[in-house]
């Protein structure tokens, strides 16, 4: 089952991802490959799977990604190595993703994978709040990419199974979890 995740930036994907991994059996991470530097909370291989942007274009030639795009000025993929791997293990993989992801993904394996989408809203005061305490410390210019992509994110929130507004990290995060409990049961049955 893949549970996607989406939200603007800082909606809290990333924390809410690590909580669920840390609480739930069977849960793993899906990171994407990106080319834009690492920031000091990054863990590679963890958090992302950081490449030059050659090596990025590279994969996008030789067919390995199941989607792509530009976001904040820099790619984001799926590799379909890494998650036909981690599908076949029967894990529950939950991925942060931007909305065109989500809706590539929900077209290109919608009928083959289990997909349960989840929106996380934040209001865009706060969300600018979140970004301005970042420890790594975005840039103004960062910031405001970042909320000129508010409204763009918001107006795709019809194509997700639950949206949830992230203003409790741990009742957000258990909310998630019996979300995902429900809807592995529901995988699990048959009709």
Known sequence: MLVLLS????????????????????????????????????????????????????????????????????????????????????????????????????????????????FLRVPKDQLQMRLENRPDKPSIKEIQLRLNRFDFEESKIGMYDYVIKNNNLEKTVNVIKEIIKNEYDLKEAEF
């Open 7 to 118: 939200g603007v930036s800082g909606a809290g994907k990333d924390t809410i991802k690590k909580a669920l991994i840390e609480q739930m059996e069977n849960v793993e991470s899906l990171p994407s490959y990106t080319d834009r530097a690492p920031r000091n909370t990054d863990i590679p291989g963890v958090t992302y799977n950081f490449v030059t942007t050659e090596e990025f274009e590279e994969k996008i030639k030789n067919g390995e990604l199941y989607e792509y795009s530009v976001h904040h000025e820099h790619y984001y993929g799926t590799s379909k190595k890494l998650l036909n791997e981690k599908i076949k293990n029967g894990k529950i993989i939950v991925k942060d993703i931007e909305v065109n992801g989500v809706e590539n993904l929900l077209k290109i394996l919608g009928k083959e994978v289990k997909i349960v989408t989840i």
